[in-house]
């Protein structure tokens, strides 16, 4: 049984997390009903000249609005996708930033970050322009401090438990440039809910059960420094989701995983445009950092090897007994500062050197990604 059929506390927060990244994983391993999604992007404002200019995969039905369409981004701007799913928003930023101009997403699923990265290569797009980086929403964020012109969301800051909405906010404003803005869509509640509601994790999953009241939301924003936030209802209809279901599990309506029954949505909650800036402040223009990440190879697959690493000692072992078994594998030694990146390849049994050409594309990479 999914675990999204079950009634969890509100205030079990690593359950929660736990659930919605893993109803959001297998959605992202699954086919995409292509009408379904066509059907939630239109309600919510994706133009066909958008949807048709990015790959298919891209856009899951999983919006709730269409935050790059008021973001007013510009060419040459760092943009910030939070929970960018298969990649549809960061790939109508990136089509405004330029290739002057940098996009990031981050979303907490491993599948999600493989099938945009997917999608990205299908449209030839790949770091440092457009990058698709695994992070938790609810905890520090690989960005660097005051990098940020413009951070995106849709339909994913309700999927947070309440600490885990509170600390994003606080990095969103951190990383923002002064005078950064964020362009969010997400839902809200129109009224408090019953604890039977809060609870039903087929709700949580799907977007309602998390969502908190828009006093709150204003709340949230301005504890952490956001002034003069402005708040649009959207008025599309939210029953454009259909049934509120299992995290895409097939359920009869006499199983343990049955629908919600909550009747209509709209009733419930409403979609919302959410527009701030962050104060000019007085930083000096050499604080904002050259790269918007943390750690550039973030945004690139996580190399295949076995074991992952070698201790020297166990490489001296492996040179001086072929029975271990590994007979190619390669040292590369990168020290920080030092240019004259080394690198060695040991095969059948010698020690030779290796790449010499692969030795100069580190140190170009290096040099633009310090």
């Known amino acids: 049984m999914s675990p999204c059929c079950n009634?969890?506390?509100?205030?079990?927060?690593?359950?929660?997390?736990?659930?919605?990244n893993e109803a959001y994983s297998k959605m992202s391993r699954e086919s995409t009903d292509r009408a379904y999604a066509e059907r939630v992007a239109n309600a919510f404002g994706y133009t066909s000249e958008q949807l048709q200019s990015v790959p298919a995969e891209a856009h899951m039905g999983l919006s709730c609005g269409n935050p790059v369409a008021t973001a007013s981004i510009k060419e040459g701007e760092t943009v910030l996708d939070l929970g960018s799913g298969g990649g549809i928003d960061v790939f109508l930023a990136a089509a405004k930033v330029g290739p002057t101009g940098q996009v990031i997403g981050l979303d907490n699923s491993d599948d999600?970050?493989?099938?945009?990265?997917?999608?990205?290569?299908?449209?030839g797009l790949k770091p440092p322009h457009v990058a698709f980086v695994k992070?938790?929403?609810?905890?520090?964020l690989p960005i660097e401090s005051?990098?940020?012109?413009c951070i995106l969301s849709n339909c994913v800051i309700n999927l947070l438990p309440p600490a885990g909405k509170l600390k994003l906010m606080q990095e969103v404003y951190r990383v923002l440039k002064p005078g950064g803005r964020v362009s969010l869509d997400d839902i809200i509640a129109r009224k408090p809910f019953p604890d039977s509601l809060r609870s039903n994790m087929a709700a949580y999953v799907g977007c309602i059960s998390g969502a908190i009241l828009l006093q709150e939301y204003q709340a949230l924003m301005e504890d952490v420094g956001f002034k003069d936030v402005l708040f649009t209802g959207s008025p599309s209809d939210l029953n454009v989701y259909g049934p509120i279901g299992c995290c895409g599990t097939e359920c009869s309506a006499t199983s343990a995983c049955a629908?919600?029954?909550?009747?209509?949505l709209n009733e419930w909650a409403q979609s919302y445009q959410i527009y701030a800036r962050k104060s000019d402040g007085s930083a000096a223009a050499n604080s904002?950092?050259?790269s918007a990440l943390k750690n550039w190879w973030d945004a690139y697959p996580a190399p295949a090897s076995s074991p992952s690493n070698l201790e020297c000692g166990e490489i001296a072992d492996r040179i001086r007994n072929p029975e271990l078994?590994?007979?190619d594998f390669v040292v590369i030694d990168v020290r920080k500062d030092d240019h004259a990146v080394m690198s060695a390849e040991v095969s059948n049994?010698?020690?030779?050197?290796?790449?010499t050409t692969y030795s100069s594309s580190m140190r170009n990479t290096r040099g633009q990604n310090r």
């Open 7 to 20: 009634k969890v506390a509100s205030n079990d927060e690593a359950n929660l997390v736990n659930v919605v």
């Open 112 to 123: 999600m970050i493989t099938r945009a990265r997917r999608n990205a290569a299908a449209k």
């Open 135 to 140: 992070a938790a929403l609810s905890g520090d």
């Open 146 to 149: 005051n990098s940020v012109d």
């Open 259 to 264: 629908p919600a029954d909550i009747g209509d």
């Open 288 to 290: 904002v950092p050259e």
């Open 325 to 327: 078994g590994e007979k």
């Open 349 to 355: 049994n010698r020690l030779k050197p290796s790449m």
